[in-house]
């Protein structure tokens, strides 16, 4: 069942998928940038929640998901 999700999550909405990994890579640069290693695990935490509320991934992200849950859900009910 698994295989199955997983190829129809790449097929049935592949430009989605596409996009969110791209703005992925760029997330993580800025995030990095943003959320220096120097700080606290408190600090880095608490910067990274506000970075990504505030970011693009979370917006193309949580379609990703919404699109997921309408075009695979017979897959994800198994």
Same mark, same amino acid.
């Given at each position: 069942m698994l295989k199955q999700l997983n190829k129809c999550n790449k097929t049935k909405y592949s430009k989605k +998928? %596409?996009?969110k990994e $791209?703005? +992925? %890579?760029i997330?993580? $640069?800025e995030q990095d940038k943003q959320c220096p290693k120097?700080?606290?695990?408190e600090e880095i935490y608490k910067c990274s929640e506000k970075f990504y509320n505030n970011s693009e991934y979370k917006k193309i992200f949580?379609?990703?998901?919404?699109?997921?849950e309408t075009k695979c859900k017979i897959?994800?009910?198994n």
């Open positions: +998928n %596409k996009l $791209k703005e +992925n %890579k997330f993580e $640069k120097t700080l606290t695990n949580d379609e990703y998901v919404k699109c997921g897959y994800k009910k």
